[in-house]
């Protein structure tokens, strides 16, 4: 008999381990750009940091209009923003606020031409010759690793001489704050090397625009506040680029439109039960009952 | 759910989990960095390396030095002064290198760099041979003034017509030179470079020529003039005279060329002859007795521009032929084989368009569009090499640009191979061994727990339930004759109770076996070894149990758990007895009364015989 107890002790100890992982797992995410995504491809670091320097989180978008002359931080927007929503973020301007929108795929097209901002992103694998990475397995460089070069001062980008970015798209339009060297092309057919119909020129990549009485910045490549990036060592790294981005006396973070804002089902789901006494309450009797039926099934 | 259904789910669970693990057996790398390195948005910096290296501006500062450096060495030259000349070249040369090698590490070389490379190349090249023109021409200067002082005018002569054909090649050199300069600075602008310097080389290799034409013309001038002053001294005594006719003017690669050189004078015949191609002896031999001299140029490594022939024989020149040879179309073939493990052979064949094969050419082999290798045709035109490569996809392609032949460029047509080396195969070998061992040993291992648990769920067979105890002493008796039921009247305390008897044959039978338990029991209880007497006929139920009801694993189940069971079976009221009155005994400790363990006999007997009947 007693064997086979150790063997059953041992079983529950071990599912109880296994347990650990699946809750880590069930509390954060995968989904690219995720705060909660504590991965190479998540923003958990940035917004641990954010939220570190009280920065609200957005997940009404109405909300921004109670924050009149604030910095709104719209990072990879990948939701469609309604006509009330447009209309939501020409207040939210009209007021004095500064909209950041950070986006690679055109899907922030929209809400610049709903704002009425003449920049415009142009998606597309951007490259260049003035890279930073080099794919440690085959040696080869990675010319979508751009190092652009900061062209105009500004608030956003005091002190900051070059942005490194990742696989970023171009802007066109508005008054370019950072721009690639001569050597840039996109590259269409992916294939890293300047081919046959892909020219060299530069490409703006970080772009500042007034619309009515507030400031649009542009910013062609949302993955420098990936974990990632801001980890990322060495004299020319992203940081103070990215403490000026959120060095704002009231900062927002969208996360109504955001992919930043994609947590999966799950993790609400916990998040709630977590914050409720009452799931608290009914998990602690529900794990109590649990215990007691292995003891009566004499498993315990 | 049926519990039958649960073994065969398990196996397929475990044939799925097993065929799963086989095939990523040799290969256990189920999650590794690179496998998620990249996504749609971006690539991992951490599965990178950084470098700190500002790729267009290194480009830029050599794309740069390599065309505003070309006017200083160009300077020089016309400056005469050829050592820094010399220098400056060489340095233009390694900076021309490293520019190349950028270029081939970057994979550039079809884009506009890689043209900038082919410009700069074919820069140095005439470079090279201006300056090394330029360096012969001063020197004719130096023997000239030594010449005319000697008043020699037959050295003087051939100094001039020396002079001539490096004038030629210079001003061929200048045209190059000029017709490469708009597509070279159109591209140095594109690059926001600072032409300057190049365009500044230019002219200056016009005034270069130009020089040198003057010079040559003033040389011949005074040539002349020396002749004429002193001709009983200009020429040798026995030629006179000596002419060359070239048939035809123009040719490609593979004509041949017809030199008739003629000596005149007192003794023309079987002397010795020189012809002369760009001031450089081409070929020698001797005129026959008539002082004809016949020679066959065959035009093969001769650059494709207008060349200066003539003949001479000691001193004495015949005038200056031009010839021009004109560029014709090559082809060149690509067979890209893999000779052995890593040792991959690329050759091919280089000719003209009319099939002519071109010997001792230089043709470059691309693997990914990447310049690895040069070498050279041999005496049929076939050029082969071997590349050592790991196993992968690859595409070759073979060129050929080698401009000190008449050929147009010539470009060979992709080849895509397939290089799979041994080791993959012995990979793929030992990647079927290793998961069919694997296979079987998942088979037999499958096949002996199948015999295993059917072993265990075969007929069932009573054992003794006294053999635990392990008495000294003990003599078992085969095929025991059930003792006769005994008096249960317990020894007096302090004997010792004599060894039970062995039951294995009696227990083929269970009333046969259970009239030896019994009689077992009897003896114990004889010996006051109560506990062990009652566990005795408890575990000869336990297995009764078992066999009736199919019981696994019931050795685990305690008295009670086996108690319960029997609820609502027909051997619950006597088994209920039983199980209170063993407790009372055997955990208990309480020795029972005669009447007590006679009881004991009694509902023993019940639900053993229970047991026994058909019924459930």
């Given at each position: 008999m007693v064997p086979i107890r150790k063997i059953v002790l041992f079983a529950i100890v071990l599912a109880c381990l296994s347990c650990i992982p699946l809750y880590l797992h069930l509390t954060t995410s995968t989904a690219e750009y995720s705060r909660l995504n504590q991965g190479w491809n998540g923003t958990s670091l940035y917004y641990g940091d954010l939220q570190e320097r009280g920065a609200v989180m957005i997940t009404d978008l109405p909300q921004i209009l109670d924050y009149p002359g604030s910095r709104l931080l719209l990072l990879a927007p990948d939701r469609t923003f309604t006509p009330e929503d447009l209309g939501t973020l020409r207040s939210y301007l009209a007021a004095g606020s500064t909209l950041v929108l950070a986006d690679e795929t055109g899907a922030g097209n929209q809400v610049l031409a709903g704002i009425g901002a003449g920049a415009r992103l142009q998606p597309g694998n951007l490259s260049s010759l003035d890279f930073y990475l080099w794919e440690r397995q085959s040696g080869r460089y990675q010319p979508s690793s751009v190092i652009a070069s900061v062209t105009r001062d500004d608030l956003l980008t005091r002190g900051v001489e070059v942005i490194l970015l990742n696989q970023p798209a171009a802007v066109e339009g508005g008054e370019v704050l950072a721009e690639t060297s001569l050597m840039s092309w996109m590259d269409e057919n992916g294939d890293r090397r300047i081919s046959q119909g892909e020219t060299l020129g530069t490409y703006s990549v970080f772009t500042r625009e007034r619309v009515g009485a507030g400031t649009v910045y542009v910013l062609s490549d949302p993955s420098i506040f990936t974990n990632g990036m801001v980890q990322l060592s060495g004299p020319e790294n992203n940081t103070l680029f990215l403490e000026r981005l959120a060095d704002a006396p009231v900062l927002l973070a969208d996360q109504s439109h955001s992919r930043t804002g994609d947590v999966g089902v799950l993790v609400p789901l916990l998040a709630t039960a977590r914050s409720t006494r009452v799931a608290e309450i009914l998990m602690v009797c529900m794990i109590s009952i649990l215990v007691a039926y292995l003891f009566y099934r004499r498993i315990l | 759910m049926n519990r039958r259904l649960i073994p065969p789910l398990m196996l397929v669970c475990a044939i799925v989990v097993g065929l799963f693990i086989g095939l990523n057996f040799t290969s256990p790398e189920l999650y590794i960095p690179q496998n998620h390195s990249t996504s749609l948005y971006h690539v991992n910096p951490q599965y990178s390396d950084v470098t700190s290296w500002q790729s267009s501006e290194d480009l830029l500062d050599i794309m740069s030095a390599l065309m505003d450096d070309t006017g200083s060495v160009v300077v020089k030259i016309r400056e005469k002064d050829f050592e820094t000349a010399e220098q400056?070249?060489?340095?233009?040369?390694?900076?021309?290198?490293?520019?190349?090698?950028?270029?081939?590490?970057?994979?550039?070389?079809?884009?506009?760099?890689?043209?900038?490379?082919?410009?700069?190349?074919?820069?140095?090249?005439?470079?090279?041979?201006?300056?090394?023109?330029?360096?012969?021409?001063?020197?004719?200067?130096?023997?000239?003034?030594?010449?005319?002082?000697?008043?020699?005018?037959?050295?003087?002569?051939?100094?001039?017509?020396?002079?001539?054909?490096?004038?030629?090649?210079?001003?061929?050199?200048?045209?190059?030179?000029?017709?490469?300069?708009?597509?070279?600075?159109?591209?140095?602008?594109?690059?926001?470079?600072?032409?300057?310097?190049?365009?500044?080389?230019?002219?200056?290799?016009?005034?270069?020529?130009?020089?040198?034409?003057?010079?040559?013309?003033?040389?011949?001038?005074?040539?002349?003039?020396?002749?004429?002053?002193?001709?009983?001294?200009?020429?040798?005594?026995?030629?006179?005279?000596?002419?060359?006719?070239?048939?035809?003017?123009?040719?490609?690669?593979?004509?041949?060329?017809?030199?008739?050189?003629?000596?005149?004078?007192?003794?023309?015949?079987?002397?010795?002859?020189?012809?002369?191609?760009?001031?450089?002896?081409?070929?020698?031999?001797?005129?026959?007795?008539?002082?004809?001299?016949?020679?066959?140029?065959?035009?093969?490594?001769?650059?494709?521009?207008?060349?200066?022939?003539?003949?001479?024989?000691?001193?004495?020149?015949?005038?200056?032929?031009?010839?021009?040879?004109?560029?014709?179309?090559?082809?060149?073939?690509?067979?890209?084989?893999?000779?052995?493990?890593?040792?991959?052979?690329?050759?091919?064949?280089?000719?003209?368009?009319?099939?002519?094969?071109?010997?001792?050419?230089?043709?470059?082999?691309?693997?990914?569009?990447?310049?690895?290798?040069?070498?050279?045709?041999?005496?049929?035109?076939?050029?082969?090499?071997?590349?050592?490569?790991?196993?992968?996809?690859?595409?070759?392609?073979?060129?050929?640009?080698?401009?000190?032949?008449?050929?147009?460029?010539?470009?060979?047509?992709?080849?895509?191979?397939?290089?799979?080396?041994?080791?993959?195969?012995?990979?793929?070998?030992?990647?079927?061994?290793?998961?069919?061992?694997?296979?079987?040993?998942?088979?037999?291992?499958?096949?002996?727990?199948?015999?295993?648990?059917?072993?265990?769920?075969?007929?069932?067979?009573?054992?003794?339930?006294?053999?635990?105890?392990?008495?000294?002493?003990?003599?078992?008796?085969?095929?025991?004759?059930?003792?006769?039921?005994?008096?249960?009247?317990?020894?007096?305390?302090?004997?010792?109770?004599?060894?039970?008897?062995?039951?294995?044959?009696?227990?083929?039978?269970?009333?046969?076996?259970?009239?030896?338990?019994?009689?077992?029991?009897?003896?114990?209880?004889?010996?006051?070894?109560?506990?062990?007497?009652?566990?005795?006929?408890?575990?000869?139920?336990?297995?009764?149990?078992?066999?009736?009801?199919?019981?696994?694993?019931?050795?685990?189940?305690?008295?009670?758990?086996?108690?319960?069971?029997?609820?609502?079976?027909?051997?619950?009221?006597?088994?209920?007895?039983?199980?209170?009155?063993?407790?009372?005994?055997?955990?208990?400790?309480?020795?029972?009364?005669?009447?007590?363990?006679?009881?004991?006999?009694?509902?023993?007997?019940?639900?053993?015989?229970?047991?026994?009947?058909?019924?459930?």
């Open positions: - | 400056e070249y060489r340095r233009l040369v390694g900076l021309g290198h490293n520019f190349d090698n950028i270029v081939v590490d970057l994979e550039l070389s079809e884009t506009e760099m890689g043209e900038f490379s082919k410009y700069n190349q074919r820069n140095q090249e005439l470079i090279r041979r201006l300056l090394d023109d330029s360096k012969r021409f001063e020197e004719l200067k130096k023997l000239e003034v030594r010449y005319r002082d000697e008043k020699n005018p037959s050295a003087l002569y051939s100094v001039t017509y020396e002079g001539e054909g490096l004038k030629t090649q210079i001003q061929e050199v200048t045209r190059q030179y000029d017709q490469q300069a708009p597509a070279f600075t159109q591209l140095g602008q594109q690059f926001s470079l600072n032409t300057t310097g190049y365009l500044q080389s230019v002219s200056e290799v016009e005034s270069l020529a130009q020089e040198a034409s003057s010079t040559q013309e003033t040389r011949k001038a005074e040539a002349d003039t020396l002749k004429k002053a002193s001709p009983s001294t200009a020429m040798p005594a026995s030629v006179d005279s000596v002419t060359l006719e070239v048939q035809p003017d123009q040719a490609t690669f593979g004509d041949t060329l017809r030199l008739n050189a003629v000596l005149s004078g007192r003794f023309p015949g079987e002397q010795t002859v020189d012809v002369y191609l760009d001031s450089q002896r081409w070929a020698s031999g001797r005129s026959d007795a008539e002082g004809r001299f016949v020679y066959d140029l065959r035009v093969e490594q001769i650059r494709a521009e207008r060349h200066v022939l003539y003949a001479a024989h000691e001193g004495v020149y015949s005038p200056l032929v031009n010839v021009t040879i004109v560029p014709t179309g090559a082809a060149l073939t690509l067979e890209v084989r893999q000779e052995a493990e890593r040792n991959i052979s690329v050759s091919g064949i280089l000719t003209t368009v009319g099939g002519l094969a071109v010997p001792g050419a230089e043709v470059d082999i691309y693997l990914n569009n990447i310049r690895v290798m040069n070498t050279l045709t041999g005496g049929d035109g076939v050029y082969r090499a071997f590349l050592p490569l790991q196993p992968g996809t690859y595409t070759f392609r073979s060129a050929s640009t080698d401009s000190t032949f008449p050929l147009e460029a010539a470009e060979s047509t992709p080849v895509t191979l397939s290089v799979a080396g041994s080791a993959g195969a012995r990979s793929v070998i030992t990647t079927i061994m290793i998961y069919a061992t694997f296979l079987i040993l998942f088979s037999m291992g499958a096949v002996i727990y199948y015999r295993h648990q059917r072993g265990r769920e075969g007929p069932f067979e009573l054992k003794n339930p006294f053999a635990f105890l392990k008495l000294p002493g003990r003599k078992e008796t085969p095929a025991a004759t059930p003792p006769e039921p005994a008096a249960a009247a317990p020894p007096p305390p302090g004997e010792a109770s004599p060894p039970p008897p062995a039951v294995e044959e009696a227990a083929k039978t269970p009333d046969r076996s259970r009239d030896v338990v019994l009689a077992q029991y009897r003896q114990l209880v004889i010996g006051r070894d109560f506990q062990n007497a009652v566990q005795g006929l408890y575990l000869f139920l336990r297995d009764q149990l078992a066999r009736k009801y199919r019981i696994r694993d019931h050795k685990s189940f305690t008295p009670r758990e086996l108690w319960r069971l029997t609820n609502n079976k027909p051997c619950f009221g006597p088994f209920t007895k039983f199980i209170h009155q063993y407790e009372t005994i055997r955990y208990g400790g309480m020795d029972p009364s005669p009447e007590e363990s006679e009881s004991l006999v009694r509902w023993f007997g019940e639900t053993s015989s229970a047991l026994e009947s058909g019924s459930d």
